[in-house]
């Protein structure tokens, strides 16, 4: 169990996920965050189909068409880094690319907002 999830904030003070998820329909955002409260709950013991591993310490969430990114942080939490909507079977190496900045980000910044889950 995690005990925090909390959201990347950027340099202009704003969470991509959380704008991504605004922008969801109802039935999207409640299965984007039923994903979250599983993640909370099972942690670094989530695995496929609900999660996957995918190099560099960023994992995805999968709920339906949409993956959304994160990793661990500070042993107990996870920071959602990223969120797109699935269009192919590969993560395009731009939005992979991102994931790893924004890691890289946290990790020296501390840029990171809690969440509501």
């Keep these: 169990m995690l005990r925090h999830i909390y959201f990347f904030i950027d340099e202009h003070g704003r969470s991509p ?22 993640l909370k709950e099972f942690g670094h013991n989530l695995r496929r189909p609900v999660a996957d591993y995918l190099g560099e310490g960023i994992y995805e969430l999968r709920p ?46 501390k840029n990171i907002k809690e969440s509501d889950i």
């Design 64 to 109: 339906a068409a949409h993956r959304v990114f994160y990793f661990f942080f500070m042993k107990d939490s996870a920071v959602l880094l990223h969120m797109l909507r699935k269009k192919t079977d590969k993560i395009p190496t731009n939005d992979f690319d991102l994931c790893v900045k924004r890691k890289k980000q946290v990790e020296a910044l």
């Design 17 to 38: 996920v959380e704008e991504q998820m605004r922008d969801l329909s109802e039935k999207d955002d409640m299965k984007v965050r039923a994903y979250m409260k599983v």
